[in-house]
């Protein structure tokens, strides 16, 4: 009966004496790595004691390559190490810039509803540059949508290599495991704190009125 080959036992060896040096920390490319060697260096092994096993072991190897060119597609450095932390500082510019030129048109908004009107070429002058200067700072939207595009592109391509890796690992539905609710997700939750809502979604003024129903004018006579 055939043996392990000296070669794929010293690789094995090697292995488990680095994870050792770790200290048992071990990552998933490592256990498929020593999978992969474990199978390839059982082979002759198994080819003596049962054709049909070894095919399910060339099976299993193949599997195992496979899923290894996934893990490498998947490119999770490239993601936690460039992709994900630009995003994160493409959300702060919009963010900055949002507030930045909404501060300048608070500004110069309130400016013109200050102003003398009793000289009105003087008036009218700054009304001209304060409006140049709303103009300028509307500007910002034409950076921000290319910065909002940036992090959507960052979002689809995280999205397109999770799902195909998901889709190859076959993962049935049913598998997941179930969310353990947060504090802050019982207080959204409770409260109904879900933010702004696209079209279509949530509570419309007309869903509020029919709530209301007769009382919206007895509401009215309080401010009346």
């Known amino acids: ?69 996934e893990i490498s597609n998947l490119r999770a450095n490239d993601m936690t190490g460039n992709k994900i932390p630009d995003a994160g500082r493409e959300l702060d510019a919009i963010v900055e810039a949002t507030e930045e030129a909404t501060n300048t048109i608070m500004e110069a908004a309130e400016d013109i509803m200050g102003a003398d009107t009793s000289d009105p070429d ?14 300028e700072a509307c500007t910002f939207q034409d950076i921000t949508g290319q910065r909002i595009s940036k992090v959507v592109e960052t979002l689809r ?12 690992l076959r993962i049935p539905e049913d598998l997941d495991a179930a969310a353990e609710e947060t504090d802050e997700d019982r ?3 409770e409260l109904i704190l879900h933010g702004p809502q696209h079209t279509g979604e949530g509570v419309s003024q007309d869903d509020i009125d029919a709530l209301l129903g007769g009382v919206q004018a007895d509401i009215d006579k309080l401010f009346d």
């Open 157 to 168: 391509y995280i999205d397109e290599r999770v799902t195909s890796f998901i889709a190859h």
């Open 187 to 189: 207080r959204k939750r």
């Open 1 to 69: 009966m055939a043996s392990m080959k000296q070669a794929d036992l010293a690789r094995v060896i090697d292995f488990l004496q680095e994870n050792k040096s770790r200290e048992g920390e071990v990552s998933l490319t490592d256990v498929m790595h020593l999978a992969e060697v474990m199978s390839g260096s059982m082979h002759d092994f198994l080819s003596a004691v049962q054709p049909a096993v070894t095919e399910e072991l060339r099976a299993i190897a193949k599997e195992i390559s496979r899923m290894k060119e």
């Open 122 to 135: 003087a008036y009218q002058e700054l009304v001209s540059n304060k409006m140049i200067s709303i103009f």
